[in-house]
């Protein structure tokens, strides 16, 4: 198991109910199964092709008839989320687009008791910039490697602390890998800067 699905795992609060949205293979809510115990587990994903391996992964489990657990298959952005207990949703390994889709449809008065897991596939800058504008505050942040990539994580909350742009929640992290990814973040927001400048220029 990577460490970056162990990590995300480690952030869902303990009896909490977990929402793995665009779960594929569904292994960052079945560590998270295994880490802790939770009062429910949903997978999601639009590919039922995907799913087919968290049906397995239940069936070796014996929680095929656990009423504890459940399988959607269908869009994250179209879920119906019912009752005021805390859930925690995951949204990982997929782009922006897709994680401020389901942001807006899910939340559009802000999280309430919920926590937010997010880490997306690429640079998260303009999924920073978007989360800024919406009733959302960061309780924990991290960067992990995977397969030589910087991949972050996310995690909200209603009264979470500031949304920073370009690492400054960061600072004091002496982990080499965070060091060096707040370094190509900062390279790579002053070329994208400069490059907006001089087409701007007259
Ligand atoms: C790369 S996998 C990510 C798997 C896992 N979350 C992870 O981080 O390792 C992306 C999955 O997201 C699913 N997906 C993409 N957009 C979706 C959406 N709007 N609703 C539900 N599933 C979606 C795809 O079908 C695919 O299985």
């Not at 109910?17 to 560590?31: F, M, Q, R």
Request: hydrophobic share 40%.
């Amino acid at each position: 198991m990577s460490d970056r699905i162990r990590r995300l795992a480690s952030y869902v609060r303990p009896h909490s109910v977990l929402y793995d949205l665009c779960c594929d293979h569904g292994y960052i809510g079945l560590t998270a199964w295994d880490q802790k115990p939770l009062a429910g587990l949903v997978f999601v994903d639009q590919s039922p092709n995907a799913l087919r391996a968290v049906h397995e992964a239940l069936k070796e489990r014996q929680l095929t008839e656990d009423p504890r657990v459940q399988v959607i298959t269908g869009l994250a952005e179209n879920l119906q989320i019912n009752g005021d207990s805390p859930c925690d949703f995951v949204m990982a390994g997929v782009g922006i687009r897709t994680i401020v889709t389901i942001i807006r449809e899910l939340f559009p008065s802000g999280p309430g008791p919920h926590r937010l897991i997010i880490c997306p596939e690429k640079n998260s800058l303009e999924l920073r910039s978007f989360l800024q504008t919406q009733k959302l505050g960061v309780v924990a942040e991290d960067v992990v490697m995977e397969a030589e990539r910087f991949r972050e994580i996310i995690v909200l909350e209603e009264k979470g602390g500031p949304i920073h742009l370009l690492g400054e929640g960061y600072v004091g992290r002496e982990d080499p890998h965070v060091q060096n990814f707040v370094k190509s973040l900062r390279a790579w927001h002053a070329a994208v800067t400069k490059k907006r400048e001089a087409r701007s220029a007259p």
